[in-house]
């Protein structure tokens, strides 16, 4: 394998929408996204891949070798607005690194190989996040992806046209014979406990809610304290609140605002109204319900104790994900058939693969995040590790192009 030739497809992809600080902004479905996508699509026909365009501007390149269907990786190229240069482009660029690697090695699996890479996986942009992969999949209508506003105001279908990825490729499309997505771990677990890689057992679940808090504008000198309905006050006793549940329930549990807008935003006004956003996660979906139920009681309590109304609105739910268990146990192995420390874990942040789980037997590959920075542009990995997981992902998928899976798709064990 070229790592000199990974890390720099990884650079050449991070000068596309750069950042102060040496990361990128490619907001799905903008501009930026449409030149990162152009660059992406040149590799991959230079390798005489297949590349198909669907309906919701997912990407999918093909090495038709064998029979059978594809073993996938990948992942995605768009960003947060304050994107590093590794979330998402790593698990794209190693599968096109896989794929070149064995047709130079004159190596050729029994089944074919594909790299994929899905539209608004973030959902910086466009909600809910992993929207390409949920229709990939058929957990989303491509009519109702079509509609999704984007936060500037455009409607998600319009942008595909208007960037020209508004593929004719149906979908859901047809199931991989496996998936395997190699990311960074975006948290600090690896590198605090000095294991170099991580064989992912599966995702927790994430509820994201807008909550819009309306109460009454007024002069912020001339109104008592006791007399005010502040949405301010509002939001920030219900940041509080999450920040308490989350330290009550331990584990696994993890509550962010990450949003908040004030309306009129002035220096002397008491707000007129507050618009705020929950994400709440867990890898139990039991003590995430507990969580939820917990927060619409207490937005209740808090809106009769300021005179306020509160209305909430879903952006996103997805329940946990355990992914397939034999899959994970082939990246343990092929973790330490390289002789590398090895850690199993869930994520804590969402990826494509949790949908591709609902179809095909997936699991992935972490590895190491500096301090555990992402979304920043200050998110690095070391380049040696970046360059062993896409060496450790071509061993995964060509073990799993010669197996055959008995099991229904998406099972478990």
């Known amino acids: ?55 919701v501007g997912n990407v999918v390149g093909t090495w038709n070798v064998g029979s059978g269907s594809a073993v996938m990786t990948g992942s995605h190229i768009d960003t947060v607005r304050t994107g590093g240069r590794y979330d998402g482009n790593l698990g794209v660029l190693a599968g096109i690194e896989v794929i ?61 046209r208007r960037i020209g990825y508004a593929g004719a490729h149906p979908c859901p499309s047809p199931s991989p014979h496996a998936f395997v997505e190699l990311h960074i771990e975006q ?112 937005l209740d309590q808090v809106a009769g104790d300021e005179g306020v109304t509160i209305e909430t609105r879903r952006l996103a739910r997805f329940e946990p994900v355990e992914f397939d268990g034999r899959v994970v146990d082939l990246i343990e192995d092929a973790i330490s058939h390289r002789g590398h420390s090895n850690m199993r874990l869930p994520s804590g942040a969402g990826h494509d693969a949790q949908m591709l789980a609902r179809v095909c037997p997936t699991a992935m590959i972490f590895t190491q995040s500096h301090l555990g920075i992402s979304h920043n542009p200050a998110e690095f990995t070391d380049p040696d590790d970046l360059v062993e997981g896409t060496d450790i992902l071509l061993e995964v998928m060509w073990r799993l192009a010669h197996t055959d899976f008995d099991a229904a798709p998406g099972g478990n064990s």
């Open 187 to 298: 948290g600090p677990r690896l590198e605090t406990d000095d294991i170099r890689f991580g064989s992912v057992t599966g995702v927790q679940g994430i509820s994201w809610q807008e909550v819009t808090i309306t109460g009454q504008s007024n002069h912020a000198g001339t109104t008592p304290m006791s007399l005010r309905h502040d949405p301010a006050l509002v939001s920030a006793r219900i940041v509080v609140f999450l920040r308490d549940l989350a330290s009550r329930y331990g584990g696994d549990q993890v509550c962010t605002v990450g949003k908040i807008d004030l309306v009129p935003n002035l220096v002397n006004v008491v707000p007129r109204s507050a618009t705020l956003t929950l994400d709440v996660r867990n890898t139990d979906e039991s003590i995430l319900r507990r969580a939820e139920a917990e927060i619409a009681t207490f």
């Open 100 to 160: 070149e690697t064995l047709m130079q090695a004159g190596l050729t699996p029994p089944r074919p190989l594909a790299v994929a890479f899905f539209t608004n996986e973030e959902g910086a942009r466009f909600q809910p996040d992993m929207l390409g992969s949920l229709v990939f999949v058929g957990g989303m209508t491509v009519e109702e992806a079509l509609d999704a506003r984007a936060i500037d105001g455009p409607r998600l279908g319009d942008e595909l």
């Open 1 to 55: 394998m070229s790592g000199a030739r990974l890390l720099a497809r990884l650079d050449d992809l991070a000068q596309v929408g750069p950042i102060e600080g040496g990361g990128s902004c490619r907001l799905a479905l903008t501009d930026a996204d449409r030149d990162g996508r152009d660059l992406v699509i040149t590799w991959m026909r230079d390798l005489g891949l297949e590349v198909v365009i669907d309906s």
